[in-house]
């Protein structure tokens, strides 16, 4: 399969190499940011080992990259995807990270009871149905980007989490307003950042963050755009998207 169906392609400034399927879905800026804003919260957070589950790995894109920053950190990836675990696991050896990252073929609607309230973070870039979505040709590409059920995706991945546990998710703006009602039952000190196609139009993503029994304010964070005035990618996107890491928290 690998011979004529993937491509490699290097992230972090070549730092990381990922293999990819020419077809289907293919990293963004999603998986990247998400990480790069994970890998701030624990640089802040200086815990001495941290235990993280990443929901929906996919080929390993975030599991990579917070693997990269983290010297103390135990990483599961799930995944239900046969294609998708046997290329994550190319990707793992291929970066040796095989003692950080424990890859898992698991499903999160329906939860191995040894893995409930064991994580001290989840991290998730939870694919979702828009019943305007038109469906792919490609059944990879729709396995990845739709599913039916978000907020059993979202309450099942709380169930993971220890008590004080944080989860962090990208989704696309307008479905704040619903991923707040599912969370907000076992989570709360909720932390908003928007990110921005450019000054002129509004938030297209968001990177929000739970804390499972929190109960401090929410927080609407500064947030980033992605392009500047001359349709060039910001500074501050670079600089993240290079590095894998937002230094601001």
């Given at each position: 399969m690998f011979a004529t169906n993937f491509t490699v392609d290097k992230i972090l400034r070549g730092k990381i190499s990922i293999i990819q399927l020419k077809k289907g879905f293919r990293y963004g800026f999603d998986a990247v940011f998400l990480a790069s804003f994970v890998n701030g919260y624990l640089k802040k957070l200086k815990k001495k080992k941290i235990s993280l589950v990443d929901v929906g790995s996919g080929v390993g894109t975030i599991s990579l990259i917070i693997a990269y920053q983290n010297d103390k950190i135990n990483i599961t990836a799930i995944e239900n995807n046969n294609t998708y675990l046997e290329i994550a696991n190319e990707n793992i050896i291929r970066n040796n990270f095989q003692k950080k990252i424990n890859l898992m073929q698991g499903d999160i609607f329906n939860i191995d009871n040894d893995l409930m309230n064991r994580f001290d973070i989840v991290v998730t870039n939870p694919p979702f149905y828009d019943r305007k979505q038109k469906k792919s040709e490609n059944e990879l590409e729709?396995?990845?980007?739709?599913?039916?059920?978000?907020?059993?995706?979202?309450?099942?991945?709380?169930?993971?989490?220890?008590?004080?546990?944080?989860?962090?998710?990208?989704?696309?703006?307008?479905?704040?307003?619903?991923?707040?009602?599912?969370?907000?039952?076992?989570?709360?000190?909720?932390?908003?950042?928007?990110?921005?196609?450019?000054?002129?139009?509004?938030?297209?993503?968001?990177?929000?963050?739970?804390?499972?029994?929190?109960?401090?304010?929410?927080?609407?964070?500064?947030?980033?755009?992605?392009?500047?005035?001359?349709?060039?990618?910001?500074?501050?996107?670079?600089?993240?998207?290079?590095?894998?890491?937002?230094?601001?928290?």
């Open positions: 729709n396995y990845a980007t739709r599913i039916i059920n978000y907020e059993s995706w979202i309450e099942n991945s709380v169930k993971l989490l220890r008590d004080k546990g944080i989860i962090f998710l990208i989704i696309p703006t307008r479905l704040l307003e619903k991923s707040l009602k599912f969370l907000s039952t076992k989570t709360g000190s909720f932390k908003i950042f928007p990110i921005w196609p450019n000054q002129k139009k509004s938030s297209k993503r968001l990177i929000l963050f739970a804390k499972k029994g929190g109960a401090s304010p929410t927080e609407l964070m500064s947030g980033m755009r992605l392009l500047n005035n001359r349709g060039k990618i910001t500074k501050k996107a670079r600089t993240y998207s290079d590095n894998g890491i937002f230094t601001f928290l």
